[in-house]
């Protein structure tokens, strides 16, 4: 395992044709902590047995950030998740501008994100944050990609999640920092992280084209390695990404891009 960085997986992603038990035992076994989209889709009594270590799980079910009423509905389904996170002692709980549907489409699209968005968004996780330290949680702020993968969903681009969140600037609310999102929406990798390095809470990485493991696409992630472990980043690192082939293989080629 890496000594630098805590290493993790989103086991929605690796062996698909698995059960979720089989999934988060084995990545526990092979020495990974455990990442997780929507709750309400596991046996809880099971994760709870299962001894694995979450690093990350969705951290609302249903909302958006930037208007009245999915503002309230995020708030209320992410005091559902705190719960629930709680329980199952996740690390961070994930946000994004508006909720995700089937193929990872928004709920709500949104062509234009005007200034009384962006204070509404603001306000809105400002509310998070209170949350975050009434219940004893860290929710995170995930960037997205727009070209490819989530077309429509609003404050998607990392330099909108790092003016949100460092503008609120508490440490209930974190960046969920997304290099294969913002490889595809903006590039400047290191830098990128370099001027997030303050509010990130969780690095996550899959390689571009197609959203595989460290080492099939452009990304030099062994580069990125060194140079989060040069401006003093030691938090965690989680592959959302799909394998290539063996899961095991991806999750090796993973570990040892991210071992320094």
Not at 95 to 120: D, N, Q, R, S, Y
């Amino acid at each position: 395992m890496s000594d630098t960085f805590t290493l993790a997986a989103c086991a929605e992603m690796l062996w698909r044709d698995r059960p979720m038990e089989f999934r988060v035992k084995r990545l526990t076994e092979m020495g990974f902590q455990v990442g997780l989209w929507n709750w309400p889709e596991h046996d809880l009594a099971m994760l709870e047995k299962s001894g694995a270590t979450f690093s990350i799980m969705n951290g609302y079910l249903r909302g958006r950030l930037a208007d009245d009423e999915g503002a309230a509905e995020l708030l209320k389904t992410a005091k559902e998740t705190a719960d629930v996170g709680k329980r199952l002692g996740v690390a961070r709980l994930n946000l994004h501008g508006t909720g995700l549907g089937e193929g990872g489409l928004p709920v709500t699209p949104c062509g234009t994100v005007t200034g009384a968005m962006w204070l509404k968004a603001r306000d809105t996780l400002n509310r998070v944050a209170d949350l975050a330290e009434a219940e004893g949680v860290t929710f995170t702020l995930e960037n997205l990609n727009l070209p490819v993968d989530h077309p429509g969903v609003p404050f998607a681009r990392a330099e909108d999640t790092l003016a949100l969140v460092s503008s609120v600037n508490r440490p209930g609310l974190r960046l969920n920092l997304d290099l294969y999102h913002a490889q595809i929406g903006e590039g400047n990798l290191i830098e990128l992280c370099r001027a997030c390095l303050p509010w990130i809470g969780e690095v996550q990485v899959a390689d571009v084209p197609g959203r595989m493991e460290p080492g099939t696409g452009e990304i030099n992630y062994k580069g990125i390695a060194r140079a989060l472990k040069d401006m003093g980043y030691r938090g965690p690192v989680g592959m959302e990404a799909f394998a290539s082939g063996d899961p095991e293989a991806a999750l090796e080629a993973f570990r040892e891009a991210f071992t320094i």
